[in-house]
């Protein structure tokens, strides 16, 4: 059987050159079973996740469909909706990469971008507005820009929408679209509220999968290290030991709380560790700055949360070190997939307490495979020497004690799930973990690069506190992942830090 090319998908010839000078010799899965669809109009329900190339399976066949016809002013053609400000910002430079050989006028609102600039722009008419819900229902409802010239909707990672509670936000948004339009949906995982979403959206339909979440790359060679105590010093030795214990290139340490990633990052860095640290609660001109580092290669270990390190394309990691396994099982797929990417292989260790056998019992059960055990020569030894945990003599248990009657079945861990995502989004200083020692970086600036209109936390205290919790909440949500002002044109991509990260 020959092997299908971009061409055979029914692409313009002026995307076809953008395809090529990208490098790209022969479209994804996903892109091979969606373009077709979006082409001849029909709306598509993609479950793939970052890595998939499911970007250029919807961009690719915008930029060809909205080659025909003309902006108006305010009104967009096509509306993207993105969970975060970074994954906005790499929708736009997949738009600016491949739709450089036609004219297409695109505008961004998310947070920390000016919106006076892109106002202009919008005024004038773009084709394609890209957003955050919380920031466009902000916008929409100052009268600044009009929905009922939308022809094409895209929610992109709908299920991450959900978990960040933009759903509301996202119907009240659909809700002012014309019920006329085309609606692509990109999910990395399909769960019923999202089956809910997908049926009352969008029409007839057709659902492209590829490699179910749960699907762990074959290419990854996954570790767990089950250590006998919860003291988290104890816990940070065994993630040294183990990283120390492999020939390590570059890799990404996983925690579930900003305040973890700090105290890992900075004990990693105490011990000389090539280490930085990345979270939401950082400003973004040094979370840009880290995340550069990371991709030229100067940087060996980025610390992140998952927050902070969704949807960003990082290619080429070789190992994923998980602090502690995610709060989320399904989140484990998603960590352990930034490495062994394009066949590339990987491994990834999961440090796992005796507090921490119940998630780790929830993501093998989702991975439905064996993860090899590994212990460092000399851990259990050094471990054996730090002060005693009570919870030492709790011993572990391969299943992680998941016990359905006592836990209550999913929807208990989900509910677990969202107090832990909570945390994240708003940690406070460390409460049980003691403090470093030494900082993680030098203290970051404060945020100062955006007028005050365009951060809403940066207004007064009294004014803001006068705002009802919801919004202030969807508010804090957007701002969770920062972008400095963007220029009108975008440029860069793919390996290259976007130009909107680098100012
Ligand atoms: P995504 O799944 O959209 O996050 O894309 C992941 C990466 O795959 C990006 O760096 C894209 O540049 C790259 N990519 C997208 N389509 C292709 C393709 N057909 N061939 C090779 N790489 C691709």
Known sequence: ??????????????????????????????????????????????????????????????????ARGRARARMPRCLILCPTRELAAQVAENFEKYGKHLKLTMALLIGGVSFKEQEGLLQRGVDVLIAT????????????????????????????????????????????????????????????DIQRLAKTFQRDPVKVEVARPTDAAKTITQHVVHIPTNDAKAKRTALRRVIE??????????????????????????????????????????????????????LKLLVASDVAARGLDIPDVGHVFNYSPPPKDEDYVHRIGRTGRAGRTGESFTVVSPSDEKSWGFVLKMIQQDVEDYMPEGLLEELGDLPPDESRSRGRSRSGGRDDKSRGGRSRSRRRDENTDRLEESAPAAKTEEKPKAKAEPKPEPKSDTKSDDRPDEKPKRERAAKPKRERDRKRKDDDLVLDPAPEKVKGFGNDIPAFLKR
Do not use: W
Request: some cysteine; proline content about 6%.
């Open 1 to 66: 059987m020959t092997e299908v090319t971009f061409a055979d998908l029914g692409l313009g010839p002026n995307v076809l050159k953008a395809v090529e000078e990208a490098g790209y010799t022969s479209p994804t899965p996903i892109q091979t079973e969606a373009i077709p669809h979006i082409l001849a109009g029909g709306d598509v329900t993609g479950i793939a996740q970052t890595g998939t190339g499911k970007t250029a399976a919807f961009v690719l066949p915008m930029i060809h469909r909205l």
């Open 133 to 192: 819900p919380g920031r466009l229902m902000d916008q929409f409802e100052r009268g600044k820009l009009l929905l009922m010239g939308v022809d094409y909707l895209i929610i992109d990672e709908a299920d991450r929408m959900l978990d960040m509670g933009f759903i509301p936000d996202i119907e009240k948004i659909v809700s002012k679209i014309p019920a006329k339009r085309q609606t692509l949906l990109f999910s990395a995982t399909f769960p019923t």
């Open 245 to 298: 214990s492999r020939e390590v290139k570059n890799g990404i340490v996983f925690c579930n709380r900003k305040v973890e990633v700090d105290i890992v990052a900075a004990s990693l860095q105490k011990h000389g560790h090539d280490a930085a640290a990345i979270h939401g609660d950082l400003p973004q001109a040094f979370r840009t700055q880290v995340l550069q580092r990371f991709r030229d290669g100067d």
